[in-house]
């Protein structure tokens, strides 16, 4: 209001005071009105800023509904490992959401409201673009891990085929080798041929071979021991055994006896013989002390725990 001057009633002259009352009544009415003027505008720009404040707090809200989201995705996500101290970045946003709501309560002016409320969302947004990009580094790395473990399935199945052709390559190769190992074995046995079993009768210095029992006095048995370059060379015994027709083995002592089958049996002579892959000519004689019998006489042959030959007479 506008400074007057004290009026002295008696300088001022007749119907003045009526005037200057309404004058006054108008500057009255003016003020008012500009104070009623000045009321609605602060009504407007607070319900403005009460309209900003609110679509900041829905975008917050949505912000931190996101943010939930992020996190739910983020969990899903633990089994890769994601760093536990970036998951704790999760309080800025509830901290910033405390921070919007002391803001609210408290009596700054619009200005840094609007202000500390766009700060909020610079912060907000910058979490959620550094979440965004770690989940899509992420994905990215879920997907290589993804990639590369189909990687190593197919390489695990190849690996796996691989190392069943190479078992059946290697059981084929061990059968065969088996087999080869057989032959060998078979090829390196000893075998005898020329196999001869004859009573012999003694005149003087002849020898002469005989059919009768009562004119024989031993019995011989000759054979050769076949060449053979696969068997080990070395000593070998040959066991014979004579067997006369009452199925005896002559033998000069009950102790004579060599493991065949499993069994220890009787032989008649031993011969241990030097063998060096060469053929061996053999002859051996049992002399009879008593007279032979009539009948059939069996020779066996024994090496090696095989029997390699078998020869029979009748003496009359």
Not at 236 to 248: G, V
Request: charged residues 35%; hydrophobic residues 35%; glycine residues 4%.
């Amino acid at each position: 209001m506008d400074n007057k001057k004290p009026v002295n009633k008696k300088d001022n002259p007749p119907g003045k005071s009526d005037r200057a009352a309404k004058r006054d009544i108008a500057i009255l009415k003016t003020s008012v009105l500009v104070l009623i003027a000045a009321i609605g505008v602060l009504l407007f720009f607070l319900l403005h800023a009460r309209h900003t404040l609110s679509g900041h707090y829905d975008k917050l809200a949505e912000s931190i509904e996101h943010i939930d989201e992020l996190e739910k995705e983020l969990d899903s996500l633990r089994e890769y490992h994601i760093d536990s101290a970036l998951l704790d970045k999760t309080g800025i946003i509830e901290r910033s959401a405390e921070e919007f709501e002391r803001i609210l309560s408290s009596d700054l002016d619009q200005s840094e409201i609007v202000e500390r409320l766009e700060y909020l969302k610079d912060v907000e947004k910058d979490y959620i673009n550094r979440v965004g990009r770690l989940l899509d580094e992420y994905r990215d790395e879920a997907g290589k891990l993804q990639e590369e473990k189909g990687s190593l399935s197919r390489r695990k199945s190849q690996v796996s085929a691989e190392l069943e052709r190479t078992v059946e390559k290697y059981n084929s190769l061990k059968e065969k080798n088996e087999q080869l190992q057989q032959q060998i074995e078979k090829a390196s046995l000893l075998t005898i041929s020329e196999l001869k079993l004859e009573a012999i009768n003694v005149r003087g210095r002849e020898e002469e071979p005989t059919k009768r029992a009562r004119s024989a006095d031993k019995i011989r048995v000759c054979f050769a021991v076949n060449e053979n370059h696969v068997a080990k060379p070395g000593y070998r015994n040959f066991y014979i055994r004579f067997i006369n027709p009452d199925n005896n083995v002559l033998a000069i002592s009950e102790e004579n006896t060599f493991e065949y089958r499993g069994e220890d049996i009787l032989y008649s002579i031993k011969i241990p013989v030097d063998y060096q892959n060469e053929k061996e000519d053999m002859c051996i004689a049992w002399d009879e002390i008593d007279r032979f019998l009539t009948g059939y006489y069996k020779v066996t042959i024994h090496s090696e725990g095989r029997q390699l030959g078998y020869q029979m007479i009748e003496l009359e």
